[in-house]
């Protein structure tokens, strides 16, 4: 059933973006069918049954628009067995540094949504309030080793007793593997019409280290799916 559920999750979920435009749907059908940690965090049901969201650099929304429509066919009677059911978003709140990027998002899912807010802000300086679920996927290594402990510190402040924190870096210990990503990341930064930034990267190791002196509890977990990165996702917990 999973070869067939997929290019129709795949529909379900970039539908919305063809109201963004000929660019932000082709770019959020791209990513959702090639990247494979969108597939990977429904299937191994990283996230809790329900949750309030929260997404630091979301882009367009395309993670939002994944958990949508993965909960609207879960519901509707057309989900693997062999996966564990989706999470029930009980706000979507993104922010997002680009401009256009909030403009496809509002255009893609409405400016009235009822669940989905998406707004221009800088993770750095805006107010992460109360939420159970934080994500950043593939941004933490935009900003400066100073910021990036002083955002997951208010991340930790944002999440409940079990809440979730998950995050995908470049392992800056993973060789030629790591110069890769770097490469690609470069590559697609500028294809969404973004100066080419300085990257502040870190080994898994120190990655773990930082989280874990926050108080997180930490599982690593490869995300790559066979491709020559040194991508990992970082499953961030507090303590129950």
């Known amino acids: 059933?999973?070869?067939?559920?997929?290019?129709?999750?795949?529909?379900?979920?970039?539908?919305?973006?063809?109201?963004?435009?000929?660019?932000a749907y082709h770019y959020a059908r791209g990513k959702l069918s090639s990247d494979c940690i969108f597939r990977e965090l429904l299937k191994r049901g990283v996230f809790p049954a329900e949750a309030r969201f929260l997404d630091l650099g979301c882009g367009q929304g395309s993670l939002f628009g994944w958990l949508l429509a993965a909960r609207r066919l879960h519901d509707?009677?057309?989900?693997?067995?062999?996966?564990?059911?989706?999470?029930?978003?009980?706000?979507?709140?993104?922010?997002?540094?680009?401009?256009?990027?909030v403009e496809r998002a509002a255009r893609a899912f409405g400016r009235d949504h009822p669940v989905v807010s998406i707004r221009q802000g800088d993770m750095c300086q805006v107010d992460f309030g109360q939420t159970d679920v934080v994500t950043i996927l593939d941004a933490l290594h935009y900003i400066d080793f100073a910021?990036?402990?002083?955002?997951?510190?208010?991340?930790?402040?944002?999440?409940?007793a079990g809440g979730l924190f998950l995050t995908r870096v470049g392992d800056a210990g993973g060789g030629l593997r790591y110069h890769i990503c770097n490469w690609v990341d470069h590559a697609v930064?500028?294809?969404?019409?973004?100066?080419?930034?300085?990257?502040?990267?870190?080994?898994?190791?120190?990655?773990?280290?930082?989280?874990?002196?926050?108080?997180?509890?930490?599982?690593?977990?490869?995300?790559?799916?066979?491709?020559?990165?040194?991508?990992?996702?970082?499953?961030?917990?507090?303590?129950?």
């Open 76 to 101: 509707n009677g057309h989900w693997p067995n062999d996966w564990a059911p989706p999470p029930k978003p009980l706000e979507l709140r993104g922010y997002e540094l680009m401009h256009k990027d």
């Open 1 to 23: 059933m999973t070869s067939r559920f997929l290019p129709t999750l795949l529909d379900e979920a970039s539908r919305p973006f063809r109201n963004g435009g000929h660019f």
């Open 147 to 160: 910021h990036q402990k002083d955002v997951i510190k208010r991340i930790r402040a944002a999440l409940p």
């Open 189 to 240: 930064t500028f294809t969404r019409g973004h100066r080419l930034p300085k990257l502040y990267c870190r080994k898994v190791a120190e990655w773990c280290e930082l989280l874990r002196s926050v108080g997180f509890q930490v599982e690593t977990m490869p995300m790559s799916a066979g491709k020559p990165f040194a991508n990992i996702m970082l499953i961030c917990r507090v303590p129950s």
